[in-house]
C-alpha cells in the first residue's frame, strides 16, 4: 500500500513540476512588453465567446454522461443519468490533481452509487477511452493532411523552442537518448513482475472495454452521442478565437490544428497545465505572424490561457459540485 501511494506521489508530483516548469516557461520566454499585451488581451477579450464556449462544454459533458448508459445497460447495470454525470465530473476533477486516475475514480463512484462492479464499470470508460483515441487521431491526421507545411513548420518551431537550433548531430544523440530510453523501459517491463501484472490487467479491462462495445443495443443514438460530444468539442475550442480580435481571422485549419496540439498537451501534465496553453499559444503565434501582427507570441499565449484557464476553472468547479451531490449508498469493500 505504501509502495502503491508513493508511486502515486511520484507521478503526480513529477506531472505537478512539468506543469509548473512549463507554467513558468511560458512567461519566460516573454519580454516586458509582451507580458503587458499578453494582459491587455485577456482583459479585452470578448467573454460572451466564452461564455457560449463553457455553454457548449457542459452539453457536451451531459451528453457523454448519457451516452455512458449505452454500455452499461447491456450488461443488465442500472444507474441514473444524474449519477452518470456526477460520477463522469467527479473523474475528470481527479485527473486535475493524478494524471489518467479520473477513469478508475469514476468506476469508483458508480459503484458507490448503484453497486456497479468496478471491473465492468471500468471496462466501459476504457471502450471509451478507444472511441476518443480513434477520433482524435482521425481529426490529427486530417489536421496534418490539410496543412503538412504548417504542422511541420509548427513542430520545428516547439523543438527549437525547448532544444534550441538543432544540427545533424544534435538529432543524432536526441534519437540516441530515446532509444535508450526505450530499451531501459523494455528491460525494466521484462524484469519487474509488478509492472508486467498491471500490464496483463490493462490488456484484460481493454479486451472487456473492447467487448462492452459490442453489446451496444442502440447504435444510433451511441454514434449521435459520439459526433455530438466531438463536435462540441471541436465547436467549444473554435469560440474563444472569436474572443479576440486578432485570433478571429485564423483559418479553421489552424483552429483545428491548434486543437490537436492542445489535446496532445494534455496528457503532459495535470489538467495540461502549462503544456495545453503553451502548444496552443505557439501555434496560433505562428498564424499571427504570418498575418503580420506584432507580439503574436504574445497573443497567442493569452488565446491558450484563456481556454485552458476557463476550461480548468468550469471543470474544477463542476466537480466540486458532483463531489457534493454524488449519492454514496454502498461501501467499496463489497464484492466488486
Given at each position: 500500500?505504501?509502495?502503491?501511494?508513493?508511486?502515486?506521489?511520484?507521478?503526480?508530483?513529477?506531472?505537478?513540476?512539468?506543469?509548473?516548469?512549463?507554467?513558468?516557461?511560458?512567461?519566460?520566454?516573454?519580454t516586458?512588453?509582451?507580458?503587458?499585451?499578453?494582459?491587455?488581451?485577456?482583459?479585452?477579450?470578448?467573454y460572451?465567446?466564452?461564455?457560449?464556449?463553457?455553454f457548449?462544454?457542459?452539453?457536451?459533458?451531459?451528453?457523454?454522461?448519457?451516452?455512458?448508459?449505452?454500455?452499461?445497460?447491456?450488461?443488465?447495470y442500472?444507474?441514473?443519468?444524474?449519477?452518470?454525470?456526477?460520477?463522469?465530473?467527479?473523474?475528470?476533477?481527479?485527473?486535475?490533481t493524478?494524471?489518467?486516475?479520473?477513469?478508475?475514480?469514476?468506476?469508483?463512484?458508480?459503484?458507490?452509487?448503484?453497486?456497479?462492479?468496478?471491473?465492468?464499470?471500468?471496462?466501459?470508460?476504457?471502450?471509451?477511452?478507444?472511441?476518443?483515441?480513434?477520433?482524435?487521431f482521425?481529426?490529427?491526421?486530417?489536421?496534418?493532411?490539410?496543412?503538412?507545411?504548417?504542422?511541420?513548420?509548427i513542430?520545428?518551431?516547439?523543438?527549437?523552442?525547448?532544444?534550441?537550433?538543432?544540427?545533424e548531430?544534435?538529432?543524432?544523440?536526441?534519437?540516441?537518448?530515446?532509444?535508450?530510453?526505450?530499451?531501459?523501459?523494455?528491460?525494466?517491463?521484462v524484469?519487474?513482475?509488478?509492472?508486467?501484472?498491471?500490464?496483463?490487467?490493462f490488456?484484460?479491462?481493454?479486451?472487456?472495454?473492447?467487448?462492452?462495445?459490442?453489446?451496444?443495443?442502440?447504435?444510433?443514438?451511441?454514434?449521435?452521442?459520439?459526433?455530438?460530444?466531438?463536435?462540441?468539442?471541436?465547436?467549444m475550442?473554435?469560440?474563444?478565437?472569436?474572443?479576440?480580435?486578432e485570433?478571429?481571422?485564423?483559418?479553421?485549419?489552424g483552429?483545428?490544428?491548434?486543437?490537436?496540439?492542445?489535446?496532445?498537451g494534455i496528457?503532459?501534465?495535470?489538467?495540461?497545465m502549462?503544456?495545453?496553453?503553451l502548444?496552443?499559444?505557439?501555434?496560433?503565434?505562428?498564424?499571427?505572424?504570418?498575418?503580420?501582427?506584432?507580439?503574436a507570441?504574445?497573443?497567442?499565449?493569452?488565446?491558450g490561457?484563456?481556454i485552458w484557464?476557463?476550461?480548468?476553472?468550469?471543470?474544477?468547479?463542476l466537480?466540486?459540485?458532483?463531489?457534493?451531490?454524488?449519492p454514496?449508498?454502498?461501501?467499496?469493500?463489497e464484492?466488486?
Amino acid at each position: 500500500m505504501k509502495k502503491i501511494k508513493l508511486n502515486t506521489l511520484v507521478k503526480v508530483l513529477i506531472s505537478l513540476g512539468l506543469g509548473v516548469y512549463l507554467t513558468w516557461y511560458l512567461f519566460d520566454v516573454m519580454t516586458p512588453k509582451d507580458v503587458m499585451v499578453f494582459k491587455t488581451a485577456i482583459l479585452n477579450s470578448n467573454y460572451g465567446w466564452i461564455a457560449l464556449s463553457l455553454f457548449l462544454a457542459l452539453l457536451s459533458y451531459f451528453s457523454r454522461a448519457y451516452r455512458w448508459g449505452y454500455t452499461l445497460w447491456p450488461m443488465n447495470y442500472k444507474s441514473s443519468f444524474k449519477n452518470q454525470y456526477h460520477s463522469l465530473m467527479i473523474g475528470y476533477l481527479v485527473n486535475m490533481t493524478i494524471p489518467r486516475a479520473g477513469e478508475f475514480s469514476r468506476a469508483v463512484m458508480l459503484k458507490r452509487s448503484d453497486n456497479i462492479p468496478k471491473g465492468p464499470g471500468f471496462g466501459t470508460i476504457v471502450t471509451e477511452r478507444i472511441v476518443d483515441m480513434i477520433l482524435l487521431f482521425s481529426l490529427s491526421m486530417t489536421a496534418i493532411l490539410i496543412s503538412p507545411e504548417e504542422t511541420t513548420l509548427i513542430f520545428d518551431r516547439l523543438k527549437e523552442s525547448f532544444f534550441g537550433k538543432g544540427n545533424e548531430s544534435g538529432d543524432s544523440y536526441f534519437w540516441w537518448w530515446f532509444l535508450l530510453g526505450v530499451l531501459v523501459l523494455v528491460v525494466v517491463v521484462v524484469f519487474n513482475k509488478n509492472i508486467r501484472t498491471k500490464i496483463y490487467d490493462f490488456v484484460k479491462s481493454l479486451k472487456e472495454g473492447v467487448s462492452s462495445i459490442f453489446k451496444v443495443k442502440q447504435y444510433g443514438a451511441y454514434i449521435f452521442h459520439t459526433l455530438f460530444i466531438w463536435v462540441a468539442y471541436l465547436v467549444m475550442f473554435a469560440l474563444p478565437f472569436y474572443a479576440m480580435e486578432e485570433t478571429a481571422n485564423i483559418p479553421l485549419s489552424g483552429m483545428l490544428l491548434a486543437f490537436c496540439f492542445g489535446a496532445l498537451g494534455i496528457s503532459f501534465t495535470n489538467g495540461g497545465m502549462g503544456a495545453y496553453p503553451l502548444l496552443i499559444g505557439v501555434t496560433a503565434a505562428y498564424y499571427l505572424e504570418n498575418q503580420g501582427h506584432e507580439n503574436a507570441e504574445a497573443i497567442g499565449n493569452a488565446l491558450g490561457m484563456i481556454i485552458w484557464a476557463t476550461q480548468t476553472i468550469f471543470l474544477i468547479l463542476l466537480g466540486l459540485i458532483s463531489l457534493v451531490l454524488m449519492p454514496r449508498k454502498y461501501s467499496d469493500n463489497e464484492k466488486s
